[in-house]
């Protein structure tokens, strides 16, 4: 029998390192009878990906950010991500509505009652069971991503800005203990997918087995 489905989120500012740890959290989960959709955010359906060009390249304020992106999101939750738990799929997300708490509520200074109003229409109650939140500070991310890419619209933004963003994702912790797990995406790459692997399994392991 396959393990149950469980609904899992990655998310942190861009370059805290969260993408470099989904395939191996993929391959855990596979191992332990997970059957799975691994898809992103903004995108994951043909039309959300192509919000996501827009939404990454093109010039917006914050009101049509958040629009774009919940409308993404809706097409991403109505065509993939509930016909997948439906069917008994765990679901492996980088990045969804708590990045929009973060850097459009907390990182553009928009209204949180109006995300909060849009987030209860779209996803009808639909909430991650486990976020995984990669916490770096502004500093180490940059350069991270310096490293590693040319930045995109938000990736172009100042320190200040993820420093809002970092406190956005702190304050959605502190609002759902439940679900949200802080992990320390300062260290080395491997002590972060080792405590990364560590949470899954042990959040993952059904009741009476021996993980
Ligand atoms: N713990 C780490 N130590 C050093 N470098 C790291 C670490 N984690 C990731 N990196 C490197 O930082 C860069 C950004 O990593 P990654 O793309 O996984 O970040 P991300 O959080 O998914 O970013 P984004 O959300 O903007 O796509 C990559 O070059 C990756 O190899
Ligand atoms: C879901 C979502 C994303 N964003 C931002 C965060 C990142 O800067 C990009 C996505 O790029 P990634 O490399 O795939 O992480 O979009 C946002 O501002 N609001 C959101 O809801």
Do not use: N
Request: glycine share 8%; aromatic share 8%; with cysteine.
């Amino acid at each position: 029998m396959s393990a149950p489905a469980r609904f899992i989120t990655f998310e942190g500012i861009d370059g805290a390192g969260k993408s470099s740890h989904i395939e191996a959290v993929a391959q855990a989960l596979e191992e332990a009878g997970h059957r799975l959709l691994r898809t992103r955010e903004p995108g994951g359906t043909e039309l959300a990906e192509r919000l996501r060009e827009l939404f990454l390249h093109e010039r917006m304020d914050a009101l049509t950010e958040a629009l774009l992106v919940f409308g993404a999101r809706r097409d991403h939750l109505v065509r993939c991500i509930e016909p997948a738990l439906a069917e008994g799929r765990t679901v492996l997300c980088d990045r969804f509505t708590d990045a929009t708490f973060a850097y459009q509520g907390a990182g553009r200074g928009f209204d949180l009652a109006v995300l909060g109003q849009l987030e209860s229409w779209v996803q009808q109650g639909r909430q991650p069971d486990l976020t995984l939140w990669f916490d770096v500070a502004p500093e180490i991310a940059a350069a991270r991503r310096a490293g590693a890419r040319a930045p995109d619209r938000l990736e172009s933004e100042e320190s200040a800005f993820f420093e809002r963003v970092r406190a956005g994702y702190a304050a959605r912790a502190v609002a759902a203990p439940e679900r949200f797990v802080c992990i320390d995406a300062g260290q080395s790459l491997e002590a972060v997918r080792a405590d990364a692997l560590a949470i899954v399994r042990a959040r993952t392991a059904s009741p009476g087995s021996a993980a």
